[in-house]
């Protein structure tokens, strides 16, 4: 147990440390975060102010559920935490450019119960700042894959991220981050 508690803290002094990095893009901790009116997997239309009127919010951005292996990877680990992360008061909500069809084919085949968001114009990916303007053919429109903490008001408290595509914010970040909201 003391060894968990202490991966807890130096997970969370690290996040802290790489959430004021300037290398990570978007918005900055402390602003009010950009809202946004998207379409659910179902086709519903999903609010951020609905979503934080429920409590505090993970934002999970990551490239695509349909092709990107490292995506698929972080939403099933997300998946399998989720009683844990939803006990530290923060829900869980995937955005991408997928389209609703294949965020709900996605969320089918990855056994996903939170929801996944479509952002198929990459409109919101933008307003976060997180677009990856690297990124080229199916790619492009792609956000970094950055999680951002929002709390009931509408405030982003915690920005978790990674250099590159391939490694991505563990639970135990999100879980870290959400204490004190």
Request: charged share 20%; glycine share 8%.
């Amino acid at each position: 147990m003391k060894h968990a508690l202490a991966l807890l803290a130096s997970l969370a002094v690290a996040t802290a440390t790489f959430a004021a990095s300037p290398t990570l893009p978007g918005v900055a901790v402390g602003a009010k975060a950009p809202d946004f009116t998207l379409k659910n997997a179902a086709g519903a239309d999903v609010s951020l102010m609905s979503l934080t009127k429920q409590g505090p919010v993970a934002l999970v951005f990551y490239r695509s559920a349909d092709w990107c292996p490292f995506c698929k990877k972080q939403l099933q680990a997300l998946q399998a935490d989720l009683a844990k992360v939803e006990m530290s008061g923060v829900r869980v909500v995937g955005i991408s450019y997928d389209a609703p069809a294949t965020s709900a084919a996605a969320a089918a085949k990855l056994g996903l119960t939170f929801p996944l968001l479509s952002d198929t114009g990459s409109k919101v990916i933008d307003a976060y700042g997180i677009r990856n303007a690297e990124a080229k053919g199916k790619a492009a429109g792609v956000a970094h894959p950055v999680v951002f903490i929002v709390d009931q008001k509408g405030v982003i408290r915690a920005k978790l991220g990674r250099d590159g595509y391939k490694d991505r914010p563990e639970s135990a970040e999100i879980i870290a981050a959400a204490k004190g909201l």
